[in-house]
């Protein structure tokens, strides 16, 4: 991709994946300015040089183009149109990058809404953890106009390793996403049933990774969970929740185009199970905790397991 003009990007939201995202733009050589309702968030981002505002409003003044990383649909409502939201401010924003997993049906209301006050939008949810935004090799899965893609060049060289284009209207790229998660749920799920299965028959948890890593009913899912479990560390890479609101989009989809999707669906249960027992905000790898709870596993242990619910 060709970017020849300098753009100022403005990124809002700070967690974990917004904020490898804005440190690997900064990196690249844009000019980047954060956003986030945390002022522990923003914090982190000016103690790495960054710059922050205190709003999307403030930020739309500044940036030619803004990146939203939020958690979900109702986050992207209230940070493009709440009363301080990206689109009361009178600035220059020219480009929406919305990257946050959501309903296809609402990245679709999204974009004509968008359209229709002049600011195009990119629909582009990404994949690939905290660890690629921050080496700026997310993956993105992408769809908008001609000019959206061509304007958001420099903004996507820098965040990501690979851009899928998708198509030429928003809604595709969600679409895709959708896919992506109905596969990374059910693939956790039963990465946490298998070691909750092998753990009860006795097997040494260390011992029957090192197997299904080399054997044919390995996953990637498999291979990058499971060693939180074996450490004993639900520190949240992505949470459990996240995938209760991601499989409940799934759900939501289905039923909308009258589609079964029963493996998601039993995915999903398992989560909400998660969820429910207190183990929301952990790594989504605590999913394997509803096993514990059910039939008293030993899982291997950590210090922040101490003041986990029991």
């Keep these: 991709m060709s970017h020849p003009q300098p753009v100022t990007v403005g990124v809002i939201g700070l967690g974990a994946m917004g904020l490898g995202t804005a440190l690997a733009m900064r990196e690249a050589g844009l000019s980047v300015i954060g956003c986030d309702v945390s002022a522990a968030a923003r914090e982190a981002f000016v103690t790495a040089g960054g710059r922050c ?39 220059r924003t020219g480009l929406v990058i919305q990257c946050a997993t959501v309903a296809p049906s609402y990245a679709e209301s999204l974009s004509a809404r968008l359209d229709a006050a002049g600011l195009p939008l990119l629909d582009a949810p990404i994949s690939g953890g905290a660890a690629k935004s921050r080496q700026g090799r997310l993956s993105v899965m992408a769809s908008g106009s001609a000019g959206a893609f061509e304007r958001a060049a420099p903004v996507l060289d820098a965040m990501a390793e690979t851009v899928h ?30 070691m909750a299965l092998g753990i009860r028959m006795g097997i040494d948890p ?29 520190t949240p890479l992505s949470a ?27 995915a999903l249960q398992q989560f909400t199970a998660a969820s429910g027992a207190g183990y929301g905000r952990e790594d989504d790898a605590a999913v394997i905790k509803v ?11 950590a210090a922040n397991d101490a003041e986990a619910p029991s």
């Design 291 to 301: 096993y514990q709870r059910l039939a008293g596993l030993a899982l291997p242990t």
């Design 165 to 194: 284009r998708l198509g030429d209207t928003a809604g595709m790229g969600s679409r895709v996403k959708l896919v992506n998660q109905l596969l990374a749920g059910v693939h956790i799920a039963a990465a946490a049933e298998a």
């Design 240 to 266: 459990v929740d996240i995938f209760v609101k991601d499989l409940n989009l799934v759900h939501q989809t289905g039923r909308e185009l009258t589609f079964p999707t029963p493996l998601a669906a039993s």
């Design 53 to 91: 505002v205190d709003s999307p409003r403030e930020l739309g003044e500044h940036c030619d183009v803004v990146v939203v990383v939020v958690v979900n649909a109702e986050q992207v409502e209230s940070v493009l149109f709440g009363e301080a939201g990206l689109m009361v401010a009178p600035g």
């Design 206 to 234: 260390e011992a029957l990774y090192g197997v299904i890593t080399r054997s044919a009913g390995n996953s990637w899912m498999f291979e990058n969970r499971v060693p939180h479990i074996l450490e004993g560390d639900y």
